[in-house]
């Protein structure tokens, strides 16, 4: 294929008129040519960008038919099993996008999908920033921005599905007002502001409305926006390899070969999200019934990124405090403040300083720009996975009924595994990451000292049997040996046993405790013995370290 050596007519032509007019040819041929990395896992954050762009649109749409009403009226539309049915304007006009405007099903499914897959996408490229290390320095602005980001999803999520005002939507609504209503000295106000007096009045559709269409939008494309600005002027990490250092980026430039592959992508998520609204249902609110305080449905559940608390909330048992020994006093719920603050305050409090431990921990105030391999820093990755085992343990009890139907087992059982689980679990998955982290740095000091297995079988003078090995690729190699011990503060005494200044009290102390466990090198990787067939062959006679074949 030839290069692209001028930009085509369509572009050049209205560039020409814009830039004689505006002046902006010199900012535009400089970023145009900005570099750009390539991984696949840096497209995991574009999921969620574009995801956003469709609610947008899907939303904008929606919008037009909507009504955030909670005036009772007569259903009289074209579903017949709710023909008459008294219900509020907001349930009345969701039922009527889904069967009585052309598209509107197929939109309102695309809406919901892509709500979906905006969170999914938002999760799993903040934890590839984690497990890479990408929020170090100079991106540490950046990485608080975007747990802000992934809370505020969370609660334009919460807003969203509550506004059909069905009998889904209504249940947890009222866990919603059972969490706030328990929160000390804010609670009532809190309430207060998102439903306009009792539970459920008459203003919480039109209340939440206005936050999913208008306030939480706006704060998420300001900061969204904020987070492209900033990855854009601090430039994008890159993973390691031949030729990457913290001073260069290897890729390519944004136009064309970015713009191109971001356009099909974006057609790609499109697609996907498309294609998952016509096949698959998500979401039948007609099925449900219109909400009334008084019901709730068998089964349950809340959309996948909201089951954690709802684990939470059903696995916590029963406690509450009188305050002065009386319920006049007052009665603090704990078994509804811990498990609507403590998991997410763990989780989201724990994503937004853990640059600054780490820092703290480590001493490194380095900037970093080519990205961590997880296996590289067993103890980020051990923390990493432990933190998803708690939420996925809790996640799993938010079905804990489900789970008590399906498998026949007691529910009481579910609950009481769950209690057990919420503390051994993570323990167990940082014990079992932290040494397959070690045993995968073991696996490449292997492949740097021995090479790679060929397959080739090679029968030595003496009768023995080997695997001939050859040299790993040198991107493979250069991927490998990206690898640095992760920095460690000076502990050691000195000669007269004196520790290091800043090591001396007992935060100092245990700081440099903290420093010495979680840094330094783990598994050295040496600079191997040749990757020569027959020099090979002989350490494979001698070491035993090859896979060989014996008479």
């Known amino acids: 294929m030839s290069e692209l050596k001028a930009a085509p007519k369509a572009i050049a032509g209205p560039s020409n008129f814009l830039d004689e007019r505006l002046g902006g040819a010199n900012f535009l041929k400089r970023n145009l040519r900005k570099i750009f990395p390539d991984h696949w896992s840096f497209l995991l954050g574009e999921i969620a960008l574009y995801s956003f762009v469709i609610l947008l649109l899907t939303g904008t749409f929606l919008t037009f038919w909507f009504k955030p009403s909670m005036m009772e009226v007569a259903y009289d539309g074209s579903y017949a099993p709710l023909r008459g049915v008294m219900m509020s304007e907001a349930y ?12 509107g099903l197929l939109i309102r499914q695309m809406h919901h999908w892509a709500a979906l897959l905006f ?3 938002m999760m799993v490229h903040a934890l590839r920033v984690f497990f890479t290390g990408a929020y170090r320095k100079p991106r540490e602005i950046n990485w608080i921005i975007g747990v802000l980001l992934l809370t505020l999803a969370l609660a334009e999520g919460l807003t969203g ?3 059909p005002d069905d009998l889904l939507s209504g249940a947890g609504l009222r866990i919603t007002e059972g969490v706030a209503i328990s929160l000390p000295l804010v609670g009532t106000y809190i309430t207060f502001f998102l439903f306009g007096g009792e539970y459920p009045g008459e203003d919480v559709i039109s209340r939440f409305y206005s936050l999913h269409i208008l306030l939480i939008p706006g704060i998420l494309l300001a900061l969204i926006s904020a987070h492209m600005v900033l990855m854009w002027v601090q430039k994008h990490t890159q993973m390691p390899g031949k030729g990457r250092t913290n001073q260069n980026v290897v890729g ?3 136009y064309p070969a970015f713009m191109l592959k971001a356009g099909a992508y974006f057609l790609f998520t499109l697609g996907v999200v498309s294609g998952l ?7 039948p609110i007609w099925l449900f019934g219109p909400y009334t305080p008084a019901d709730v449905s068998a089964g349950s559940q809340p959309d996948f990124y909201m089951g954690f608390l709802e684990g939470a909330l059903r696995i916590m048992p029963p406690w509450e405090i009188n305050l002065f020994g009386t319920a006049h006093a007052g009665t603090l719920p ?4 811990i498990p609507a603050l403590v998991p997410m305050g763990i989780i989201m409090t724990g994503l937004a300083l853990y640059p600054f431990l780490e820092r703290w921990i480590t001493g490194d105030n380095r900037e970093h720009h080519v990205a961590d391999r997880p296996r590289n820093n067993p103890h980020r990755t051990s923390i990493g996975i432990s933190a998803m085992t708690f939420y996925g343990v809790l996640w799993l009890l938010g079905a804990n009924d489900e789970i008590a139907a399906n498998f026949h087992v007691s529910l009481n059982h579910t609950t009481y595994a769950g209690r057990v689980l919420i503390f051994v679990g993570p323990i167990l998955a940082y014990l079992i990451t932290y040494r397959i982290c070690l045993g995968l ?6 492949i740097i000292s021995h090479g790679v297995e060929s397959g080739v079988i090679k029968r030595l003078p003496h009768g023995e049997f080997i695997e001939v090995h050859t040299p790993p690729s040198d991107d493979i190699e250069a991927h490998m040996r990206g690898k640095e011990p992760v920095p460690m503060l000076p502990v050691d005494e000195d000669s007269s046993g004196i520790p290091p200044k800043g090591m001396r009290g007992p935060i100092g102390k245990l700081r440099g405790r903290m420093s010495k466990a979680y840094g330094g090198e783990k ?4 600079d191997g013995h040749g990757h020569d067939e027959d020099e090979h062959a002989a350490i494979g006679s001698g070491g035993g370290e090859d896979r060989s074949i014996t008479h």
């Open 523 to 526: 598994i050295p990787m040496d």
């Open 92 to 103: 009345a006009s969701s039922l009527e996008i889904s069967f009585d405007v052309r598209g």
């Open 334 to 337: 704990l078994s509804v403040i």
């Open 441 to 446: 740095q073991r696996s490449d000091q292997a």
């Open 277 to 283: 609204a016509t096949f698959t249902q998500i979401n």
């Open 252 to 254: 390519a430039p944004f």
């Open 161 to 163: 599905y509550s506004l």
């Open 119 to 121: 969170v999914a996408g």
